[in-house]
């Protein structure tokens, strides 16, 4: 039997290879952020700049990230919209699945997400929408948990709160300007200080993702009839 000294080496290491994937799920505006003076950076990697601020309501930080990419509103729309493909790119995603297509641009969808030893792995279900200003065409993805929609699953924390938002700006140059918030409560047991020392890891795994999928067949060439590019 593994010592209790070994144990806890082993989850320190692969803490920030597994944890917590929920933070950066697709996505959510809401007016109660606080104003932007209030965030503080965190960390930049391949062009993705992470930022937190602490919760009024919550010892979880809310997290923000920004980013640029060149590619196509409805290429990136379409790999977000794809939500069993979630497993490919998005962290630690265990299983994803769309439990009512409401309509093209609007899902309720289930997601389970890897946590490392000892924790349990968290679920939640998701209300997510797009939404398009036809005379900026900058579009706005919003999720929020919805309660009594699934069973919880046994052996699984249920996700009580997520929102987050996703804001996707076209720039003069062609490219795409990346705006992401995400406010969370993960529930369970997991210490709030060790959850906010690596909440900047899965933005930039999902952002970086999220790029690489865009590039490919079939986003790449993607139109969607509710996008307009």
């Known amino acids: 039997m593994p010592n209790k000294t ?3 080496t082993f989850f320190m290491k692969n803490l920030t290879a597994n944890y917590f994937p929920l933070l950066f799920l697709l996505l959510i ?6 104003q932007e003076d209030e965030w503080k950076f965190k ?8 930022y937190v601020k602490a919760n009024s309501n919550s010892n979880i ?22 939500v069993g493909t979630y497993n490919d790119w998005v962290y630690s995603s265990k299983e994803a699945k769309v439990l009512e297509s409401i309509s093209e641009s609007e899902v309720i969808y289930y997601t389970e997400s890897e946590a490392p030893w000892p924790f ?11 939404t398009q200003d036809p005379e900026t065409k900058v ?35 062609g490219d795409i300007d990346a705006l992401y918030y995400v406010s969370t409560d993960p529930g369970g047991n997991v210490p709030a200080w060790l959850i906010n020392l690596f909440i900047d890891k899965g933005p930039i795994e999902s952002f970086n993702g999220l790029r690489k999928r865009a590039m490919q067949e079939p986003y790449k060439s993607a139109q969607l009839a509710y996008i307009i590019d």
Do not use: C
């Not at 960390?43 to 992470?50: A, F, L, S």
């Not at 349990?120 to 797009?130: G, M, P, T």
């Open 61 to 82: 930080n809310d997290v923000k990230a920004t980013t640029t990419y060149k590619s196509s509103l409805a290429s990136l729309i379409a790999v977000s919209m794809d």
């Open 29 to 34: 505006a809401s007016s109660s952020f606080a």
């Open 139 to 173: 579009v706005t993805i919003q999720s929020e948990t919805i309660d009594g929609y699934f069973p919880e699953q046994e052996n699984i924390v249920r996700v009580p709160r997520l929102v987050a938002t996703w804001i996707l700006t076209p720039l003069p140059n």
């Open 43 to 50: 960390r930049e990697k391949d062009d993705i700049k992470v």
């Open 6 to 8: 070994h144990n806890l």
């Open 120 to 130: 349990q792995n968290r679920d939640v279900v998701l209300h997510s929408k797009v």
